[in-house]
């Protein structure tokens, strides 16, 4: 079973416990129109798997259209800062769409950056805090 309400998705596992997802937390949603394969990724934490949830779905209905428009509404603000070429990374702040609770910041690297590099770290803290300041947002 999948549902989406206006704070969060829901999964129900083959054991029948409930899943929840805040919307802040749902990294991206697709559907397979080959496979009627609905996914689901959550944001997760960096150095581990992702948790991802899968469903086959033969057709998705409103369901794409709402994990979509709620996970937009998450987002406060986004910029992507270039640190070697064209690579770089995405400093995000997300919250729930109702407002209702603080503002996460979250890091997402392109493929190829490594968190590690005390350039990459300086880089993306001086962008951090440059967007703390923009919106001002603690």
Do not use: K, N
Not at 31 to 60: C, K, M, Y
């Amino acid at each position: 079973m999948l549902a989406g309400t206006r704070d969060a998705f829901y999964v129900a596992a083959d054991g029948g416990e409930v899943h929840r997802v805040p919307w802040e937390q749902v990294e991206a949603a697709d559907w397979d129109r080959d496979t009627d394969t609905f996914r689901l990724s959550e944001v997760g934490r960096w150095g581990e798997q992702r948790p991802i949830h899968t469903a086959v779905l033969t057709d998705p209905g409103r369901l794409l259209e709402l994990v979509r428009e709620r996970v937009t509404a998450s987002i406060v603000l986004q910029r992507h800062v270039v640190v070697a070429g064209r690579r770089g990374l995405r400093v995000i702040a997300r919250r729930a769409p109702s407002g209702s609770d603080g503002v996460q910041w979250i890091y997402e690297y392109d493929e190829g950056v490594d968190p590690d590099d005390p350039a990459v770290r300086e880089i993306a803290l001086s962008t951090l805090e440059a967007m703390r300041i923009e919106v001002g947002l603690p």
